[in-house]
């Protein structure tokens, strides 16, 4: 069963500086793992999703990359900005290939916030 | 393409009452996923479905949940008889294949008093 741990739950950074989001899951099978951001009282929005067979993705600030042999993902973000101050969320898929299940686990997330 | 669409929105029902909550997926989707988010806790799986069919149902609460996602018309996510720990944020996701990243609709947040 894929169980995905992200780490810290809490960041604080003042704004400009570079920061580095952790992901570890425990199935490390998966065909894709997705990064999505939350904010408080809204729906997710998707940033950036990795298939199996890439190393990493990148959308403007945003890198993330993927180590399956390892289980872990990170998303890295560049010269952060208040705008940035969100939950981010990754999320593996439940089944390896070949399974039926397509549902998404995800993490508890990592509150950020950025100062001004 | 207006994206996953969830209404209502927010939802206030006294406790005894039905909630039911709608999902229209992204044109082209015919992958629908339930998620609940609790308060501080995260999103956690419902239910999955594809046209006229439960494809896993195993994040169900075994009474007085139920979903159907048929041949026409949103996805519905019903819950009977509410109780005030079903208070939650409920979203809905879906997507064009289980290879493909989810898109997800804005929630629909309700509050049983």
């Known amino acids: 069963k894929q169980e995905v741990t992200q780490i810290p739950a809490a960041l604080s950074v003042p704004e400009g500086e570079n920061l580095v989001l952790n992901c570890s899951f425990t199935?490390?099978?998966?065909?894709?793992l997705q990064w999505f951001r939350q904010d408080p009282g809204k729906g997710l929005t998707s940033l950036l999703l990795?298939?199996?067979?890439?190393r990493e993705q990148t959308s403007g600030r945003l890198n993330a990359s993927l180590d399956k042999s390892s289980g872990r993902s990170t998303l890295y973000i560049a010269a952060s900005q208040p705008g940035d101050s969100a939950t981010y969320l990754c999320a593996a898929p439940q089944e390896s290939y070949g399974g039926s299940q397509g549902n998404l686990i995800f993490g508890k997330g990592t509150k950020l916030s950025v100062k001004p | 393409n207006a994206g996953v669409m969830q209404n209502p929105r927010h939802l206030v029902r006294r406790r005894g009452q039905e909630a039911r909550l709608r999902c229209s997926p992204m044109k082209g989707h015919s992958h629908v996923y339930w998620y609940r988010q609790l308060p501080e806790e995260g999103l956690k799986f419902m239910v999955y479905?594809?046209?006229?069919?439960?494809?896993?149902e195993s994040g169900m609460p075994k009474e007085r949940f139920s979903a159907e996602f048929p041949k026409e018309g949103p996805s519905i996510l019903r819950i009977q008889q509410v109780v005030r720990g079903d208070s939650a944020a409920y979203f809905c996701a879906s997507s064009p294949d289980r290879l493909y990243g989810y898109t997800f609709g804005s929630g629909t947040r309700l509050t049983v008093v």
């Open positions: 199935d490390s099978a998966i065909y894709n």
């Open positions: 990795i298939q199996s067979s890439q």
């Open positions: 479905l594809q046209k006229e069919n439960i494809i896993d």
